[in-house]
């Protein structure tokens, strides 16, 4: 429940990571018991009730169906512009969660007898009618993938019908799918596009971990630096995700990581002809669902759906592993037991310290704006040991820094989450610190970059036609600014109604000008 439901704003996430949290410490503390408990009996190994385990993923599937259904009917408000998101972030969190508990709910009502099985019988219904309305397009895709693995399975009609049939729906979904929110398949065509030419430089072993999010949005960069009348201008957007597990391990782990996914994939096809059973077929089904949610979104983002991965994987490969652990000496598996007690137990302790850095990260973020900066930067500069690693307090401390008018400090911090993270907002930042440097041409550079990583923005520029203002090159500021005014927009705000106004004027008053120095601003128009 856990895993689905646990949000807390006591975390600057305040949804994906207490999930992650809740759900590893639960994995702890419940790998200690069992490994405590199999030391004393291992036949307890046998006795896993799997009845109970089908209905906690029914009810949990359940309760969050409803929860979404209750969503678009404004019942249940969602806390953000999303109709139904359930107890996520977005839709994609909802639905794929939905998605990767929904052969476990079928399996369910086949186990179940009598009234319990009517009971059940609604479930996938109900979730089904919730994804449909989340309006996740790789939810709806990866639920007609189920349907139809089980329609191909246990429906009685010929093989022939099977595979006429089933092949004409699924080209009649995907192609409703691209048009329900066209742009927003063309916008994931220009990040797939951008993500393989990153390949050309790692493709065997790629980036590494956390290799797409240092490096992807340099690529974005560079494609619009290279097109720019390209008809992905205004689809472009901040990019943190590929939109493809695949091709996300593709960059992070080049062809050797999509090769062991492959030998894993191909082991759990092995087992589950090996040991066939009626859990084993919704086992793999799960796999295939979410495989196929895969495809076109990030499921294996959010908690739940690895909790259901792993409880598939068990079922599969339980049989064959009993075989292999069946012919250890006990000596052994009793070491083994010692050691992952002990290395469970240090993950405890890591996990105690990453929350008290986390909740204290997000006790410190509602210090932002206040006059006791020292406080603050204090007590930042002490999490930094815990959280040095992830960009987001990264940027967030550069930021801090900023306000504060430490500079130099800002500049290191920044520098070190750009390591770690291509991002717009970053490039911004680094442009601000810069300026405040007197390092004023490095600065446009970081406005530039960022405006080639998002060309429809109209910031980056805007920030430009200051710094030339300031090094009072009128001639090159005003360039830029005739390219705001022609800018076409994308999404109207005050914001960018000031910003034309202002370049309106700046160019009404410097017609007169003669052009000062030369600045290279050929690659904006």
Same mark, same amino acid.
């Given at each position: ?62 309760? *969050? ?18 109709? &139904? ?29 009598? =009234? ?22 790789? /939810? ?67 980036? /590494? ?88 979104? %990030? ?30 000496? &006990? ?16 993950? /405890?302790? =890591? ?30 500069? =002490? ?19 900023? *306000?504060?008018?430490? %500079?130099?400090?800002?500049? &290191? ?28 041409? =490095?600065?446009?550079?970081? %406005? ?13 520029? %805007?920030?430009? &036609? ?60």
């Amino acid at each position: 429940m856990g895993a689905m439901f646990f949000s807390s704003f006591h975390f600057v996430d305040s949804q994906i990571v207490p999930k992650w949290i809740i759900t590893i410490a639960g994995i702890i503390l419940l790998s200690i018991y069992l490994i405590i408990i199999i030391s004393v009996n291992p036949v307890i190994t046998h006795k896993i009730p799997q009845r109970h385990i089908l209905r906690l993923i029914s009810i949990t599937i359940l309760f *969050q169906s409803l929860y979404g259904i209750l969503q678009y009917f404004n019942i249940c408000a969602p806390t953000n512009a999303f109709p &139904v998101m359930g107890s996520f972030d977005n839709p994609a969190g909802f639905a794929a969660s939905l998605c990767a508990g929904l052969p476990f709910c079928i399996l369910g009502i086949i186990e179940a007898k009598g =009234k319990m099985r009517w009971v059940l019988g609604f479930i996938p219904l109900l979730t089904t009618i919730a994804v449909l309305l989340s309006e996740s397009r790789s /939810g709806i895709f990866s639920t007609l993938i189920l349907f139809i693995c089980l329609g191909i399975r246990y429906l009685r009609i010929s093989d022939k019908i099977k595979w006429v049939t089933f092949p004409i729906i699924l080209i009649i979904a995907i192609t409703s799918l691209y048009y329900l929110k066209k742009d927003s398949a063309l916008g994931r065509l220009l990040v797939w596009e951008c993500s393989i030419s990153m390949l050309k430089s790692n493709l065997l072993t790629g980036y /590494g971990t956390g290799g797409f999010e240092a490096n992807y949005m340099d690529y974005q960069a560079n494609y619009f630096k290279n097109n720019p009348q390209s008809s992905y201008t205004m689809l472009a957007d901040n990019i943190q995700y590929p939109f493809c597990e695949y091709l996300r391990i593709l960059v992070d782990y080049g062809l050797i990581g999509l090769l062991l996914l492959g030998g894993w994939i191909a082991y759990l096809v092995f087992c589950f002809y090996k040991y066939p059973s009626k859990n084993g077929v919704f086992a793999l089904l799960c796999w295939i669902t979410i495989g196929s949610f895969s495809l076109f979104s %990030y499921p294996l983002m959010y908690p739940f759906v690895w909790l259901v991965l792993f409880y598939s994987t068990f079922i599969l490969v339980k049989n064959h592993v009993y075989l292999i652990t069946k012919k250890i000496p &006990v000596k052994w598996l009793k070491i083994g037991a010692l050691l992952s007690l002990f290395f469970l137990s240090l993950s /405890g302790i =890591k996990l105690y310290e990453r929350v008290k850095a986390e909740i204290e990260w997000a006790h410190l973020a509602k210090f932002s704006y206040s006059e006791d900066k020292k406080y603050v930067l204090s007590q930042y500069n =002490k999490i930094e040991k815990e959280l040095g690693k992830d960009r987001y307090f990264l940027y967030n401390y550069a930021a801090e820094l900023y *306000q504060a008018g430490l %500079y130099g400090e800002s500049l &290191v911090t920044a520098e070190k989450c750009r390591t770690l993270w291509a991002d717009y907002d970053l490039e911004i930042l680094l442009g601000q610190i810069k300026e405040e440097l007197n390092q004023n041409e =490095k600065a446009v550079n970081h %406005y530039r970059t960022a405006s080639y990583m998002c060309p429809n923005r109209f910031m980056p520029l %805007y920030h430009i &036609v200051l710094v030339l203002n300031k090094l009072e090159k009128n001639e090159e500021a005003q360039r830029v600014a005739k390219i705001i005014m022609d800018k076409p927009i994308k999404i109207p705000s005050s914001t960018i109604d000031q910003i034309k106004k202002e370049m309106n004027q700046l160019l009404i008053q410097s017609q007169s000008r003669k052009p000062s120095s030369p600045f290279l601003m050929d690659n904006f128009l």
